[in-house]
């Protein structure tokens, strides 16, 4: 596992239009019909991947009045910001020791 559980951060934000909804929470809390807007993408894609984000921790939705608002959680992000870094240090560390072949 390279960086969460299931479902894999990296790979949830590899795909764009994700990655593009969820650097537009970033700027705060947003309902279904802004993200549309904002993305230019249809209001089922958008709920779709809304969706996954979900599942994986990444937004929360929050009732208010007749609209759900999604809202972006950090605490995952740096989460998997931080087993990058990890990642990152050990790759670092390792850079110069080759595995023996066999």
């Not at 929470?25 to 894609?45: F, R, S």
Request: glycine fraction near 6%.
């Amino acid at each position: 596992m390279l960086i969460s559980a299931s479902p894999d951060v990296i790979r949830l934000l590899a795909d764009p239009l994700r990655a593009r909804i969820v650097e537009i929470l970033a700027d705060g809390p947003a309902c279904t019909c802004h993200l549309v807007e904002d993305t230019g993408a249809k209001q089922p894609n958008v709920s779709g991947h809304l969706r996954q984000l979900r599942e994986a921790g990444l937004v929360v939705a929050e009732p208010r009045g007749r609209f759900t608002y999604y809202r972006l959680l950090p605490d995952a992000l740096d989460a998997a910001a931080g087993q990058l870094t990890d990642l990152a240090a050990k790759a670092r560390a390792n850079a110069s020791t080759p595995r023996e072949c066999p």
